[in-house]
């Protein structure tokens, strides 16, 4: 399968305990994004990069929350001191840089966060 | 972004065309109109994207009205696996600083047998 995946599917923790998930995305694909969905939402965009560059976050992206993209392949998004409001679906999608639409981005399944 | 208004839910009988509508108003002239679905418990998935001229390709069709206020999406002969809920998301071009997507609540389809 050559497509994005994400790590784990699904995750139950405790309010206060921090979470990690990671995200590989298409082979040879620059851009990577992070977006959370909450029940019956739209995806709402997090953050995203280009190569190992965060070049952009949302306001929605508090200071418990960080996203990583080391080598500009993977990327891990980590959530600290959890709360329950951060119970949702963390999507992760790529894209190719081709400076032509669509540079469509293509989505992972995605990772199911519960916290108690 | 310009924002864009569609219907809440929408049934189909299967092997009908679905025609799901959109409305961008406010769309700026260089901004494109993207379609993407959502089916159960997956990622969303690319579906087609346009301009000025209808777009086809092998999963739907793509109707922009001339003044680009509006558009439609057109599956020729829904199926059952296109039950999903469908977002229509206007986007600037790459590179023009806006690379992220936004997406509303969309429109869920149902496929009727």
């Known amino acids: 399968d050559t497509g994005v995946s994400q790590d784990p599917r699904h995750k139950i923790t405790k309010r206060g305990q921090n979470v990690t998930f990671r995200c590989d995305p298409i082979?040879?694909?620059?851009?990577l994004y992070w977006y959370r969905q909450t029940l019956g939402q739209g995806p709402e965009f997090l953050t995203y990069?280009?190569?190992?560059?965060?070049?952009?976050k949302s306001r929605l992206l508090s200071d418990r929350f960080s996203a990583e993209r080391p080598k500009g392949s993977f990327s891990t998004l980590e959530i600290q001191r959890t709360e329950q409001g951060d119970s949702a679906m963390y999507l992760c999608?790529?894209?190719?840089?081709?400076?032509?639409?669509?540079?469509?981005?293509?989505f992972g399944p995605g990772t199911r966060l519960l916290v108690l | 972004d310009a924002k864009t208004t569609q219907p809440t839910s929408m049934d189909c009988a299967e092997g009908r065309a679905a025609n799901l509508p959109c409305n961008h108003s406010t769309i700026s002239g260089n901004e494109y109109v993207y379609w993407y679905r959502q089916i159960h418990s997956q990622g969303p998935q690319y579906i087609i994207h346009g301009l000025k001229n209808n777009e086809t390709n092998e999963m739907a069709s793509l109707i922009i009205t001339e003044d680009r206020k509006s558009s439609t999406l057109i599956l020729p002969h829904a199926t059952l696996r296109d039950t999903a809920v469908y977002y229509c998301i206007v986007r600037p071009p790459p590179n023009f600083g806006n690379e992220k997507l936004t997406f509303g609540t969309g429109t869920r389809l149902t496929i009727i047998p």
């Open positions: 082979s040879e694909h620059n851009r």
């Open positions: 999608a790529s894209s190719p840089r081709t400076g032509l639409p669509p540079e469509t981005q293509y």
């Open positions: 990069f280009q190569n190992e560059a965060q070049l952009e």
